[in-house]
């Protein structure tokens, strides 16, 4: 009987627990708490609010980027079309300016190619006034044969002492580098034998007078290159 007493008290007083919270927000239809319902909706005014402001921001950034990249485009196109004019413009100019240049480089290649030209000639001159000062001493000039570098003679004289004088004298000709007897013998007799070795007779001999040195392959190679690979292979 006790513990049905203890029980049934102990009922009432949960009730009372649960209906508690309901009776001190409402008593007979009226609310004892409207400032709850008043901080909800400012609540969810606040948070539409801030909603609204952050999507015109983002729009309002939206369109600034849009906008700037649309100046951007238009002041691009502004300069890529004045630059075309201008280079329109300079088409002619610049047509010219190559053909100057092209002319310059084949009047450089023909100055190049006359003075290779001339330098042979210039020496042959300079041997052939030599020669006709030169006394000889029985010396007699059979045959010239004048290269870029070189120049091969063939002569006959009285001793080979007069042969190496006269060979001598004129390695001191201006512009020789180097004369060289290549060939000493004596002059084939009739029927095209050689005669028999006689001391202080005539003799022939082929001489060579070196004007300078060929250039290497190299050398050849840059000196056909046009002067524009030439002057960016340097840079």
């Not at 700037?68 to 047509?95: S, V």
């Not at 009285?158 to 060939?183: C, F, N, P, T, Y």
Request: proline share 6%.
């Amino acid at each position: 009987m006790i513990g049905v007493l203890s029980f049934s008290s102990d009922a009432p007083a949960s009730s009372d627990r649960r209906e508690r919270p309901a009776a001190l927000g409402w008593l007979g239809g009226f609310n004892l708490l409207p400032y709850r319902q008043r901080n909800a909706r400012l609540a969810r005014r606040r948070c539409m609010r801030d909603w609204a402001l952050a999507a015109c921001v983002g729009a309002a950034g939206v369109l600034l980027v849009a906008g700037w990249q649309t100046f951007a485009t238009a002041r691009l196109d502004a300069r890529r079309a004045a630059a075309g004019q201008a280079l329109t413009r300079l088409a002619t100019p610049l047509e010219e300016h190559a053909k100057l240049l092209r002319a310059q480089e084949e009047q450089r290649k023909t100055a190049a190619r006359a003075a290779s030209l001339a330098t042979p000639l210039a020496h042959l001159r300079d041997l052939l006034e030599a020669l006709s000062f030169e006394p000889g001493d029985g010396v007699v000039l059979r045959q010239l044969r004048q290269r870029e570098y070189e120049t091969e003679l063939l002569a006959t004289s009285g001793s080979h002492i007069a042969s190496a004088d006269w060979l001598k004298r004129l390695g001191s000709i201006h512009g020789v580098q180097g004369a060289e007897m290549r060939d000493l013998h004596r002059p084939a007799g009739k029927g095209g034998a050689p005669k028999e070795p006689v001391i202080g007779g005539p003799v022939e001999f082929d001489a060579r007078l070196r004007w300078g040195e060929p250039p290497s392959k190299a050398t050849r190679a840059l000196r056909a290159m046009p002067k524009a690979t030439q002057t960016g292979g340097a840079r």
